[in-house]
């Protein structure tokens, strides 16, 4: 159990845009080593097709986009950085605003997002709020690899928790990785797609527990399977 | 996709007549790093001589708190048989071996990158260098995650330090018994990580039984005062095949 003096949160899924994002003209410039606009890094949204995404990534993107059609799924966008005030809000949580450096924010960006198209993580997540479901769809390009053609065991415990944890805040609001367990059963080959169907188990007080699998794009191999515990905390209080 | 998948089974059942049970690996003489001249996995992994550039020196991107703990493990690799891995932008330049055959992709994908060497410019993503003591089967990270490896605002991706951490077993596990594959990872997570401070990994292999490599993790501070994350991990032993002309 978590006893910390700095509470661990997670809002990367606290990035609720317009569905689509607003759109900027032309290409964002790259590493954020000199300073620019940084409204133009977080209104991208990433988590729409590229020229990257192939044939299977595109194909299952339209079928779960029929299904947002009715409202019973909706698909989440996805931004390099989170707006300012989203890190407000993580600012109320977190006991010690201290560790946060504020030279050094301007200059980051969410690590699964910091890749040219194709090269890292190309992915979408749609969410059920009735089935309380968060499915990821995952292609793994070149930059990620492990084991010569197949992507990195890390790069797979990055997905995954990646979407667990947004399962478990779209749950739980402001919440806390306290544990990942994964099992890998196959590995993935590189730019394959595959999904990521995440499920929220059950919540006693304020754990969350939340299991994934990782399958084929026909669910006919399952590549991986974890759980994951996730903790809700109190505004600015300590977890003991 | 492979249709075949992966067959574990059979692979350790072929294994286990090629290799006899139980596995010895070629023991290592602890006086001095290498062992001896037939220990062809570590002199495959660790080039005397080699063009290719290996990211895990200093540069300027680098704390002093990594610095400091460089020098120190550094002095470790001249008197108590500790190896600095060098660190290539893919894993095929560090070993030249594949996958068994009926496992192994045919990569026309260009130009791959292992994940931990993904972002190239000096300090944004993984600053990184993993210290092996083979006599022990030891090793230690120390690890400076970069701007671009954020997660909550502020803090380091749970994911990746995840991988840093997948990272590290696997070249510990190949090293201390050809462990090529990650079959299980569990992960308690303690504290969270400022950007860009250094993280500290003491990776220690337990057993070795039934082609599985079991290990343990802890990352924590350079002052060993916050504990940042307990993890365990286990991998699965493979025979390399040499690389076939292509």
Not at chain 2, 182 to 208: A, C, H, Q, Y
């Amino acid at each position: 159990m978590l006893r910390s003096c700095a509470a661990r949160l997670r809002t990367l899924g606290a990035l609720r845009g317009p569905p689509g994002g607003r759109r900027l003209p032309g290409r964002e410039p790259r590493p954020a080593l000199r300073s620019f606009s940084s409204e133009e890094v977080i209104l991208k949204d990433y988590s729409v097709p590229n020229p990257s995404w192939n044939k299977d990534l595109r194909l299952l993107f339209d079928q779960f986009m029929k299904k947002c059609e009715d409202g019973s799924w909706k698909r989440l966008p996805s931004y390099k950085r989170i707006p300012a005030e989203k890190i407000q809000d993580f600012k109320t949580h977190l006991l010690d605003p201290k560790l946060v450096k504020e030279e050094q924010m301007s200059q980051t960006q969410l690590f699964t997002r910091s890749f040219d198209d194709g090269l890292g993580f190309e992915y979408v997540m749609f969410y059920s709020d009735v089935e309380k479901r968060m499915v990821c769809l995952f292609q793994g390009g070149p930059y990620l690899e492990g084991p010569p053609g197949f992507v990195h065991g890390g790069a797979i415990a990055t997905i995954i928790d990646s979407t667990v944890g947004m399962c478990a805040l779209m749950a739980g609001g402001v919440v806390v990785t306290a544990n990942l367990n994964i099992n890998y059963k196959r590995p993935i080959p590189l730019c394959s797609v595959v999904m990521i169907n995440s499920q929220l188990d059950k919540v006693e007080g304020r754990k969350f527990f939340v299991s994934c699998n990782v399958q084929s794009v026909d669910e006919q191999t399952l590549y991986s399977e974890a759980t994951s515990i996730f903790i809700k905390l109190n505004p600015a209080k300590s977890l003991t | 996709m492979i249709r075949r998948g992966f067959q574990v089974a059979a692979r350790l059942g072929h294994h286990r007549r090629l290799l006899g049970a139980p596995r010895i690996l070629p023991r290592l003489n602890p006086a001095s790093a290498f062992g001896s001249s037939t220990d062809s996995m570590f002199s495959r992994f660790l080039p005397e001589k080699t063009e290719l550039k290996d990211d895990a020196l200093p540069n300027a991107s680098w704390c002093l708190d990594m610095l400091c703990l460089y020098q120190e493990f550094l002095e470790k690799t001249k008197s108590s048989g500790w190896i600095k891995l060098p660190s290539f932008k893919s894993n095929g330049d560090h070993i030249g071996l594949n996958p068994p055959s009926g496992l192994a992709v045919s990569s026309d994908k260009g130009d791959c990158r292992i994940f931990t060497r993904c972002i190239q410019v000096e300090g944004q993503g993984f600053e990184y260098v993993i210290f092996f003591q083979p006599s022990k089967k030891k090793s230690v990270c120390l690890f400076q995650p970069g701007p671009y490896l954020e997660g909550p605002p502020g803090f380091t991706h749970s994911g990746s330090l995840a991988a840093m951490m997948d990272e590290t077993f696997s070249k510990t596990a190949f090293l201390a018994g050809e462990g090529v594959f990650t079959l299980s990872f569990n992960i308690r997570f303690k504290n969270l990580i400022p950007m860009s401070s250094l993280v500290v990994m003491d990776i220690e292999v337990g057993k070795i039984e039934d082609q599985k490599l079991y290990m343990s993790c802890i990352t924590h501070s350079r002052d060993q005062q916050t504990v940042y994350t307990n993890s365990s991990g286990v991998f699965l032993q493979l025979q390399l095949e040499e690389e076939s002309p292509q």
